[in-house]
């Protein structure tokens, strides 16, 4: 026994030493948690580089919704602002080099009654050890919602002034402006007809069926086209003291070349004119489209001394479109300054009047049964003041970016930047 005794103590002293002795212990210790601390520090690393590229990815979907609300006041459906987000992520995505895989998505959402666009991009890189930590690779995403700043497109502007011309609709006339603003620097007058807008407010005081609810005690807002001198822009007058007589078509096709109508022009019957391109100044005579007749003119501007206005009548045909250049871009009929007369639209058939129709000192009215401007992209009406009676439906369309006759400056889509939505 006490021989066991020695051998085992003697053991104990051999092995004390290495006990004492922790090289072997970090080896081993390295050579079990190595491979671990390794592992982690790889994943650490893609973690982090998976970390910036969501950030990265979140800041261009931030972009790119801020790129594309300011659109969202220039055209109904929301096209244009989906493609002006997209091309901006398409461009970021190809200035980041080892860009992640991705998918957008470009949606044009309601918040609160107000539309926004909705920006969704899914990116996607791989992950070390073949995809297998996360399983599948990484999948991250960037997210976001921005709405327009600018104020609602002006598209009839009823100056008001001495006179205390207004807004005014009797019997069953209609306005509809689903995406534009209809503003009257005094009364707008509902009696029996109604109006619908994306927005409809008035200096003064609104009455009768308006719909959303119209606004009370705006700010003025001026003419936007003080600067346009249209007495010196016209060209010489027509002879001064000679009597004159309008041009009386009854048949046929008649082709007019821009410049000097002295006398007016009479369209009747089954007479189709046709105008061409550019300035048309009536003097000293009105423009009448009666009876079945037809009116038609690409970029065009028609405008009328103070002796002279239009009256569009019968089951008249009217399409005229704006000039697309020049001085009077974007206007497709205007009265100079000291113009009182009330021009009247009347015809059943009047389905296109694209541009501004400019009466800084007249009255537009507009009678009849049917529609008005049905088919024009968009129309803008700046009058002193504005009269629907009987059943006619003014149709006034803010479509922008849909034809080459712009917008002037003062109408239209008024931008002012954009903002995300939390």
Excluded at 109 to 121: S, T
Excluded at 151 to 173: F, R
Excluded at 221 to 249: H, M, N, W, Y
Aim: hydrophobic share 45%; glycine share 12%.
């Amino acid at each position: 026994m006490k021989a066991v005794k020695r051998i085992l103590t003697g053991l104990r002293a051999r092995l004390s030493p290495l006990r004492s002795d922790t090289r072997g212990n970090i080896a081993l210790g390295f050579a079990l948690v190595g491979p671990a601390v390794i592992l982690l520090g790889v994943g650490a690393v893609d973690l982090f580089a998976v970390h910036t590229a969501q950030g990265r990815l979140q800041g261009i979907a931030d972009a790119g919704a801020l790129a594309g609300a300011p659109a969202l006041a220039l055209a109904t459906d929301g096209a244009a602002a989906k493609e002006r987000a997209a091309s901006f992520v398409v461009g970021a995505m190809s200035a980041w080099p080892e860009a992640p895989g991705y998918e957008g998505d470009y949606e044009i959402v309601d918040q609160g009654g107000q539309r926004a666009i909705h920006v969704l991009l899914r990116g996607h890189r791989p992950s070390f050890f073949a995809n297998l930590l996360p399983p599948g690779g990484w999948n991250f995403v960037g997210d976001a919602t921005a709405t327009s700043l600018g104020l609602v497109p002006l598209c009839v502007l009823v100056t008001g002034g001495a006179g205390a011309q207004v807004l005014s609709i009797k019997d069953d006339g209609r306005i509809a402006a689903p995406a534009c603003m209809v503003h009257s620097n005094r009364d707008i007058l509902v009696e029996g007809g109604s109006i619908t807008a994306a927005a409809v407010q008035a200096v003064t005081s609104a009455s009768g069926s308006i719909s959303p609810s119209p606004g009370t005690g705006a700010a003025r807002i001026d003419d936007p086209f003080t600067e346009l001198d249209l007495d010196r822009s016209a060209p010489p007058g027509c002879e001064v003291g000679a009597v004159l007589q309008p041009l009386k078509l009854a048949v046929g096709v008649t082709r007019l070349s821009p410049g000097v109508h002295c006398g007016g022009l009479d369209i009747s019957g089954s007479a189709t004119v046709v105008l061409e391109p550019g300035e048309h100044w009536f003097l000293r005579g009105h423009l009448t489209v009666r009876e079945g007749a037809r009116l038609q003119g690409d970029d065009v501007v028609l405008f009328f001394d103070t002796a002279s206005k239009f009256e569009f009548r019968d089951t008249a045909l009217v399409r005229l479109s704006g000039r697309t250049g020049g001085a009077y871009a974007g206007i497709v009929m205007g009265s100079m300054r000291e113009n009182r007369q009330n021009f009247i639209i009347s015809s059943d058939n009047v389905d296109s009047l694209l541009g501004v129709i400019y009466v800084p000192n007249a009255q537009l009215v507009i009678e009849g049964t049917a529609d008005v401007a049905r088919d024009s992209a968009w129309t803008v009406i700046v009058a002193k003041g504005l009269q629907l009676r009987g059943a006619p439906s003014l149709f006034v369309n803010a479509n922008y970016n849909s034809t080459t006759v712009p917008v002037p400056e003062g109408v239209g889509p008024r931008t002012g930047g954009a903002r995300l939505i939390d």
